[in-house]
């Protein structure tokens, strides 16, 4: 998780902020967690990783203002991914009895978040979005 979520995302910003920089423009979107907004039982490196993301964001868009550089962090909740087959091992019955109740999130819903943040016009910069279904009030709290 450390080497996925910050390590991987250190390497590529580290490879594209210099051309952005040149350039003058630019728009990074990190994908965080709601994870990264707020901790749970049994999440603790997942939720450490995430935080970091959430932490990384801030900063970068602290450092690259004067550039022109925009930095937005997209922090979904449950969202029906391959990340819940990873999580439990490949087990497929366990991984969607997590959606169980309610109708999750989906990887097209953060793709039209992506398009909608770096659709804004120049002046407008959306640093940070939590997004969940409308079943979900927090990190743990569901309406099934």
């Known amino acids: 998780m ?3 979520n910050v390590k991987g995302l250190l390497y590529m910003t580290k490879a594209i902020i210099p051309f952005m920089k040149a350039n ?21 490196v997942y939720c450490a990783s995430k935080h970091a993301v959430d932490a990384l ?13 925009k930095v937005t962090n997209i922090a979904p909740g449950a969202a029906e991914t ?5 999580r439990f091992k490949g087990d497929e019955s366990i991984a969607k009895s997590v959606y169980n109740g309610f109708e999750p999130l989906i990887a097209e819903d ?14 407008v910069s959306i640093q940070d979005l939590t997004v969940t279904p409308s ?10």
């Open 82 to 86: 391959e990340f819940s087959l990873v």
């Open 110 to 123: 953060i793709a039209e978040l992506v398009y909608f943040v770096c659709s804004r016009k120049g002046h």
């Open 2 to 4: 450390i080497d996925t």
């Open 24 to 44: 003058k423009k630019g728009h990074i979107v990190n994908i965080s967690s709601i994870a990264g907004k707020e901790v749970y039982p049994g999440g603790n």
């Open 135 to 144: 079943a979900q009030a927090s990190a743990t709290i569901f309406k099934k």
């Open 57 to 69: 964001s801030k900063a970068m868009r602290m450092d690259l203002v004067d550039y022109g550089i």
